[in-house]
């Protein structure tokens, strides 16, 4: 008797438990589709050439049922000049975003390391470069808490550049 109730408990209990739900990936075409995506889509700035920033960049952003971009929030981000050609690249990434289809929007977190493609002569300059980015770089922080919700972390676009 006391096997019959443990085995009802049992059947009761792991009817309420639910697995983690399988999401297809967030964005049309896969994850290599999106980092393809991003590449075409970013240019960078002269700016950021010509100070040879490097670093990262944090987003975490909510797109709607349509795939459109509702929020963007900058986590973090190692110098305020590296984020405004990325959040373009975002801008056109509207309408490629899938959402599930329980929800009226989802939240994504997305990080970009932005670096440039080292020099095929060994000189002084772009060492000193990065070395003076360094020094002048503004970082942009979160100060406050940002509440998360459900957020889907997505994998890391690499952006490269040339500053020959």
Same mark, same amino acid.
């Given at each position: 008797? =006391?096997?019959?109730?443990?085995?009802?408990?049992?059947?009761?209990?792991?009817?309420?438990?639910?697995? @983690?739900?399988?999401?297809?990936?967030?964005?049309?075409?896969?994850?290599?589709?999106?980092?393809?995506?991003? =590449? #075409?889509?970013?240019?960078?700035?002269?700016?950021?050439?010509?100070?040879?920033?490097?670093?990262?960049?944090?987003?975490?952003?909510?797109?709607? @049922?349509?795939?459109?971009?509702?929020?963007?929030?900058?986590?973090?981000?190692?110098?305020?000049?590296?984020?405004?050609?990325?959040?373009?690249?975002? =801008?056109?990434?509207?309408?490629?975003?899938?959402?599930?289809?329980?929800?009226?929007?989802? #939240?994504?977190?997305?990080?970009?390391?932005?670096?440039?493609?080292?020099?095929?002569?060994?000189?002084?300059?772009?060492?000193?470069?990065?070395?003076?980015?360094?020094?002048?770089?503004?970082?942009?922080?979160?100060?406050?808490?940002?509440?998360? #919700?459900?957020?889907?972390?997505?994998?890391?676009?690499?952006?490269?550049?040339?500053? #020959?």
């Amino acid at each position: 008797m =006391k096997k019959i109730l443990l085995l009802a408990v049992t059947l009761i209990i792991s009817s309420y438990c639910k697995a @983690q739900q399988q999401l297809a990936f967030p964005f049309q075409g896969g994850s290599t589709a999106m980092t393809q995506f991003f =590449k #075409d889509s970013i240019t960078v700035s002269p700016e950021i050439i010509k100070s040879k920033a490097t670093g990262t960049v944090i987003f975490k952003f909510s797109a709607d @049922q349509k795939g459109t971009i509702q929020k963007l929030v900058i986590y973090y981000a190692d110098d305020a000049i590296l984020a405004p050609p990325l959040i373009e690249a975002l =801008k056109k990434s509207n309408h490629h975003w899938v959402v599930p289809d329980n929800e009226k929007t989802h #939240d994504f977190i997305l990080s970009f390391a932005i670096n440039f493609n080292p020099p095929a002569a060994t000189t002084p300059s772009p060492q000193k470069g990065v070395y003076n980015f360094y020094l002048k770089k503004k970082p942009i922080l979160s100060t406050n808490q940002v509440p998360l #919700d459900n957020v889907t972390l997505l994998p890391a676009v690499q952006v490269k550049y040339s500053i #020959d």
